[in-house]
């Protein structure tokens, strides 16, 4: 079993910046594929980034893609999700999710990560974002 931990959110007005983190217990999860999401009230849960344990990444659309920088650092199990020029339109409950299949699936490669495609889920951590 994979435990997942999320921590960085917190409040921060537009413009500025955020890095999540994602601290991953109970597996070594370097062969894991793994991925951010989130999701705002009202609104359904949605893809931001992925990363496959090759390296390979996928952004769910451009406007995040070109803001946000997903990475993972192997050695210390943690998957990192670095936000720049945040908007409140970012603002978001954001989880972080990882699966034992290594690479990303086709559909998270070209359409973003698919919350279908991953089955270990952290609790999340709450980003506002004030203008």
């Known amino acids: 079993q994979v435990q997942l931990v999320e921590s960085g959110g917190g409040a921060v007005q537009a413009g500025g910046s955020l890095r999540l983190s994602c601290a991953a217990a109970?597996?070594?999860?370097?062969?894991?594929?793994m991925a951010w999401f989130r999701q705002a009230p009202g609104k359904e849960r949605e893809g931001v980034a992925g990363?496959?344990?090759?390296?390979?990444?996928?952004y769910g659309g451009s406007s995040v893609k070109s803001r946000f920088t997903i990475s993972r650092d192997d050695t210390k199990n943690i998957l990192y999700l670095q936000m720049n020029n945040l908007r409140p339109e970012d603002t978001a409950t954001y989880y972080c999710a990882a699966d034992s299949q290594p690479l990303l699936s086709a559909k998270s490669q070209f359409l973003g990560p698919q919350a279908q495609d991953f089955r270990h889920w952290g609790q999340g951590t709450q980003v506002t974002v004030s203008s």
């Open positions: 990363i496959g344990s090759d390296g390979l990444t996928s």
């Open positions: 109970g597996r070594i999860v370097k062969t894991y594929s």
